[in-house]
Nanobody, 117 residues
């Protein structure tokens, strides 16, 4: 089992920044990739950024150049640094961990990000 706890969401003005954290615990050795997803009201959940156990990163086109995913192995935490936030970035942001071997996804409870214009 893997547990994910997100934090760092909040209310920010357009153009501002936030850093989200995803604290990972449990069977960390089994995780192959950790991703950030977001879901806005009335919309489907969408991938924002991902980082693999090997350190490779991947970003959605709509956040390239603005968001950065990183990890702190010593503290078992994955971060999402979000800069130049826009109202369309308003959503609940979820942390996701993938175990490729078992084909299991783990999800955190989500953290709300609200960007005012």
């Amino acid at each position: 089992q893997v547990q994910l706890v997100e934090s760092g969401g909040g209310l920010v003005q357009a153009g501002g920044s936030l850093r989200l954290s995803c604290a990972v615990s449990g069977a960390i050795f089994s995780i192959n990739a950790i991703s950030w997803y977001r879901q806005a009201p009335g919309k489907q959940r969408e991938l924002v950024a991902a980082i693999t156990s090997g350190g490779s990163t991947n970003y959605a086109d709509f956040v390239k150049g603005r968001f950065t995913i990183s990890r702190d192995n010593a503290n078992n935490t994955v971060y999402l640094q979000m800069n130049s936030l826009q109202p369309e970035d308003t959503a609940v942001y979820y942390c996701n961990a993938e175990d490729y071997g078992l084909g299991i996804d783990y999800w955190g409870q989500g953290t709300q990000v609200t960007v005012s214009s």
